[in-house]
Structures are given as C-alpha cells and as structure tokens.
Nanobody, 123 residues
C-alpha cells in the first residue's frame, strides 16, 4: 500500500523559508498528480500547489511567486520550497497523490494522503 510521509515543517519568523518533503513508499511512481494542501485550525483544507508527471506545476494565488513545488522521481520525493513566509501561511501541510494525472484542488480527486507536517510563522 502506498504511504506518504511529510517532513520539514517547523517554526520560522515572517519572511523566513522552509522546504517541505513528501516521500512515498510502498509503490513506484507512475503518471499521477501530486499536490500540497494545507489546513489551519478551524479552517478548510485548501490546495497550495500541484504537479503532474510532466512536471507541469500550478499554484494557488496565495502561493504563487513564493512557493515552488518539485518532484524527484529518482528518490520518490516531492518538495515544496516556501519563501517569504507570512503568518497566514501557518497551517498543517499535507501531501497527496491523485487518482490520475489530472491536477486540481478537489479533495475527492486525491486518494492517498500523508499525516501532515506543521508550519508555524510568527510575526
């Protein structure tokens, strides 16, 4: 069974940077969409960025220009590099694998989820 494990979260000050990793085990990468979502306390889980098997990436408005999603199939890992972090970026960040290679932000489109890694940005 495929398993996704996130790491790299932490506490930083506003303007700081973090790089999240999502390593998958229990299966080889095929042509699927991979994505990062986040959820703040009391909030809904929202999409941050997606990447397909061709490395075509898309970003939510809140992430565009500051975050970079990437995929390294050689080490079965997806990344989210986050720069110029803001307090509103504080959330639990989750990685997910989609049902196919069509990327979007519908939660129902993703069938495998990690447990999350916490990102806290202080002002």
């Amino acid at each position: 069974r495929l398993r996704l494990v996130e790491s790299g979260g932490g506490s930083v000050q506003s303007g700081g940077s973090l790089k999240l990793s999502c390593k998958w085990t229990g299966g080889t990468y095929a042509s699927y969409c991979m994505a990062w979502f986040r959820q703040s306390p009391g909030g809904k889980r929202e999409g941050v960025a997606t990447i397909d098997s061709s490395h075509d990436s898309k970003y939510a408005d809140s992430a565009r220009g500051r975050f970079t999603i990437s995929l390294d199939k050689r080490v079965d890992t997806m990344y989210l590099e986050m720069n110029d972090l803001k307090p509103e970026d504080t959330a639990m960040y989750y990685c997910a694998r989609g049902r196919n290679n069509l990327c979007g932000y519908s939660l129902q489109s993703y069938i495998y989820w990690g447990q999350g890694t916490q990102v806290t940005v202080s002002s």
